[in-house]
Structures are given as C-alpha cells and as structure tokens.
C-alpha cells in the first residue's frame, strides 16, 4: 500500500491538508487513474499513513467515497473498492449520454489540439498491445470532453463518473479489443472536430456510448 501511494501529494503539503474532501479527491483520482482496482481492501492504518491524515479524517473521505458509489464497506471486514454491476453501467451511460454529446457539441473551451495529443497517447498504447496505456487514453480523452464545457461543476462530476467507469472497464480486462476499438473511434471523432463538425460528432459519439453500454452489458452478463 505505501508503494502504491509514493507519488501522492502528502497532506501536510497539501492546500486542503488534512481534510476529508482531499482525501476523497485523492482516493478517487486514484481510482480514476487505474492504480486502485475493484475488490481491493483500503487499509486505514495502510492509507492513514500514506496519506499523512487521521484515521478519522480518513473515514470522513470513505464516507464521501461511499456516496459516489465506488467503495463499499462490508461489516466485519473492512472497506473495499466497489466491483460495479450492470445496474452501474446503466447509470454511467445515461449520465455519460447526456453531458459528452453536449459538451462536444456546444462546449466553449473545447480543444482539438488537447484532444489529439491523447489520440497520439492511445495509438502508442494500442501499437504496444497496453490496455493500460489505451485504458489511461481513454479516461483522459473523456474529461477533456468535459472540461470543454467550461463548467467546474460538470468537470467535478465527470471526474466522478470516470472513477466508477475505470472500475467497469476493469471487467473488460480479458477483452482487450474492447479497448482497441475505441482508439479509433474516439480519433474519428476529433477528425470531425477539427473539421468543425462539432454536430456530426456530438450524435457519433451517443451512438458509440451506447454501442459501448450495451457491449459492457453483454459481457457482465456472460461472465
């Protein structure tokens, strides 16, 4: 645990130092990033230290994560990194459906520019056969979708919808063409962006989250 967590700011150092909702950030950027995978035990003596926080300013951030739904707290065992269901994807989706189409479609801040500096990162990752690397693209790719918008509020609720779609991507971690497929489609849609075909693009990409859904779906089905 205390490797896994070298790299993150130590509270004392942080602007929000000691404070639940850093803690929660941390934990979910974490999570997001693909270094915390589904099943795995959140040891509070383990992560207290790590994180140069008290156990209960470390509990007041599991509460925050609780209601974002990417942890779970199992009596008598301890506290665990949600493993999400069908009933999760769904959610995902129609949130994901209703913000990225608009946000590509109307954002005042989008950058094609950003966007295609990840494309390149993901291409690296699939001409590696790195569903990591193709994983982390991916992530990246969405939240610019978002920051797009301009909107803090949004950009702070996708970052926590990522961290739930990481956890489901993690079922598809025998199915790496899941992975794949989705380099191009998402460099499909910056060719149309650049092109300035922000509409065609915005109706592209509700197309393929739903082919995305119902492709995750099927698999949690048959597992």
């Given at each position: 645990m205390k490797s896994l967590f070298a790299s993150i700011p130590h509270g004392k150092g942080s602007t929000h130092a000691h404070t639940s909702s850093w803690v929660a950030e941390t934990l979910r950027r974490q999570?997001?990033?693909g270094q915390l995978h589904p099943g795995t035990k959140l040891s509070e003596q383990a992560l207290s230290?790590?994180?140069?926080?008290?156990?209960?300013?470390?509990?007041e951030g599991f509460t925050l994560l609780d209601s974002d739904l990417i942890i779970e707290r199992i009596p008598n065992r301890g506290v665990?990194?949600?493993?999400p269901g069908a009933e999760d994807v769904r959610?995902?989706?129609?949130?994901?459906?209703?913000?990225?189409?608009?946000?590509?479609?109307?954002?005042?801040?989008?950058n094609v520019a950003a966007l295609q500096e990840v494309i390149g990162e993901a291409r690296a990752g699939l001409a590696e056969g790195s569903v990591a690397r193709m994983a982390d693209a991916n992530q990246k790719f969405h939240e610019l979708v978002i920051r797009s918008s301009g909107s803090v509020l949004l950009t702070e609720l996708m970052v926590r919808v990522l961290a739930r779609m990481r956890?489901?991507?993690?079922?598809?971690?025998?199915?790496?063409?899941?992975h794949s497929h989705y380099v191009e489609r998402n460099a499909a849609l910056v060719d149309k962006l650049a092109a300035g075909l922000r509409l065609e693009?915005?109706?592209?990409?509700r197309h393929y989250l739903d082919v995305a859904e119902?492709?995750?779906?099927?698999?949690?089905?048959s597992s």
């Open positions: 999570i997001a990033q230290q790590a994180l140069g926080v008290s156990r209960n300013t470390l509990r665990f990194v949600a493993s959610e995902i989706y129609a949130v994901r459906r209703t913000i990225e189409p608009a946000a590509i479609a109307w954002g005042p801040q989008l956890l489901v991507f993690h079922a598809m971690s025998d199915a790496p063409d899941f693009a915005a109706e592209d990409l119902a492709e995750l779906l099927a698999h949690l089905a």
